[in-house]
């Protein structure tokens, strides 16, 4: 025995990003805000040091706090708890489904209702490691394009913050993501056009001196934004005992949440932390905005650009940036990219809620409806453990909803009322 004093056991996390790396040529480039190749114009994203990556353990993630950043050591950033500018979003739950399995014939269903982030959709996660990046670059300043979640959350993590914010949605949105924005007091611009212009806007912005010092979550921040969605495909595996489900169905809008719960699952197997079981990946669109649904069913790996119409607003991103990697994804593990009309959409709204308990977004109806079509077309195992993600709230869209379920009968506060009304047969 020594007498001298041990130090304390350091909980600290090591950093296990390296660089920013070309997706489409695989040039380096330095962890900076910057978004697209020097080279060749591809989208950057984050690069990590594998023999890192395999430090991190099971017992370190389940011993760390109860929302996202228990998985700081597979992250780019917010590995010190007051480097992170975050509403602390993650470890929503994953909800075993049987009587939405029961309704559909399938074995094994579970949903996992990211409705319950902070501002109620997935976003949350996706604000969270684009907020801490621009921290760390000494931003203090979101703005965003959005399709409605992300205006929810930049304002919100702004006003936590006490940062300014600048959100930019088309003019159309529901009013609902119109309020929950509006309310935290930032800048809130609609433009009187789609998501596709507005984006277009907010890149040129981008250039003007006026927004040097801003990230734009979705865009010179980008990389670090979209390492968040792999947060969703770490809890699934941990929710489900550590091991990855049979296959997934995830609402596609750019298409990046797709290509990063891939991304996750693949490192989870390369860190050793899980076995590494195969996983199909299939992807929810809806028919108003299909265009990675589109180029899947003809065997294209390019995706032309639509003008997108229909209910499922927050997915409706015409020229989707991920599309041809979630195509690959998608293909890659032996999936499918489906789309559904306006009318099941909703129909797959009120299935979830009746089967589930669980009132998710137009994005969830489309996963629902999708997820029936794929299963009419054979492309899902109807006997495979299935999971579907609730990406958003439904009392965001509560607009389509409202058109087909109301009160199941008025009657006067009186027990002959009642009785006159058939409750008492
Ligand atoms: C943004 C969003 C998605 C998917 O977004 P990607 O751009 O494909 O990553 C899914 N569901 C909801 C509710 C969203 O807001
Ligand atoms: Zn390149």
Request: charged fraction near 20%.
């Amino acid at each position: 025995m020594t007498l001298t004093a041990q130090p304390a056991v350091s909980a600290s996390i090591q950093c296990p990003a390296t660089a920013l790396v070309c997706r489409n040529c695989g040039a380096e480039f330095p962890l900076t805000p910057i978004h697209a190749c020097a080279d060749c114009f591809g989208p950057l994203e984050v690069g990590y040091d594998q023999a890192v990556l395999a430090t991190v353990t099971r017992e370190q993630i389940e011993s760390g706090p109860k929302n996202l950043w228990r998985y700081a050591g597979l992250l780019p950033v917010g590995q010190e708890p007051d480097s992170r500018v975050s509403l602390n979003p993650g470890l929503t739950p994953l909800i075993h489904a049987p009587g939405l399995a029961a309704e559909l014939g399938m074995t094994s269903v579970w949903i996992k209702d990211d409705s319950a982030n902070p501002t109620h959709s997935f976003k949350d996660r996706v604000v969270s490691l684009a907020a801490t990046a621009a921290h760390g670059f000494g931003f203090r300043r979101l703005a965003c394009a959005s399709t409605g979640n992300l205006a929810n959350s930049v304002a919100a993590h702004a006003a936590r913050a006490g940062w300014q914010s600048t959100v930019f949605i088309p003019s159309d949105l529901e009013p609902g993501k119109v309020v929950q924005t509006a309310v935290y007091g930032g800048r809130l611009i609609a433009v009187d056009g789609s998501y596709d212009d507005v984006n277009r806007l907010t890149s040129e912005l981008q250039e003007t001196d006026e927004f040097e010092d801003t990230a734009f979550v979705n865009q010179n921040v980008r990389p670090y934004y979209a390492e968040g969605s792999k947060t969703v495909g770490y809890e699934i595996a941990e929710q489900l005992g550590w091991r990855i489900p049979a296959q997934v169905v995830i609402p596609v809008a750019s298409g990046s949440l797709l290509t990063k719960v891939d991304k996750a699952f693949r490192e989870l197997v390369a860190a050793g932390l899980v076995e590494g079981t195969p996983w199909k990946i299939f992807g929810a669109q809806s028919s108003g905005c299909s265009p990675i649904a589109t180029a899947f069913a003809e065997g294209h790996d390019v995706v032309r650009p639509v003008k997108p119409t229909g209910i499922a607003k927050s997915l409706n991103i015409g020229n989707p940036a991920d599309g041809p990697y979630a195509l690959d994804a998608v293909r890659r593990t032996g999936g499918s990219i489906v789309h559904v009309g306006d009318a099941e959409i909703v129909e797959g709204i009120r299935i979830l809620a009746r089967t589930a308990g669980v009132f998710g977004e137009t994005a969830g109806g489309v996963t629902v409806a999708c997820l029936q079509e794929l299963l009419a077309s054979g492309g899902l195992d109807a006997a495979a453990e299935t999971i579907i993600l609730n990406t958003g709230d439904g009392l965001k869209t509560l607009g389509p909803v409202a058109e087909v379920v109301g009160p199941t009968m008025t009657i006067k506060p009186a027990l002959k009322a009642a009785r006159e009304a058939g409750l008492l047969d």
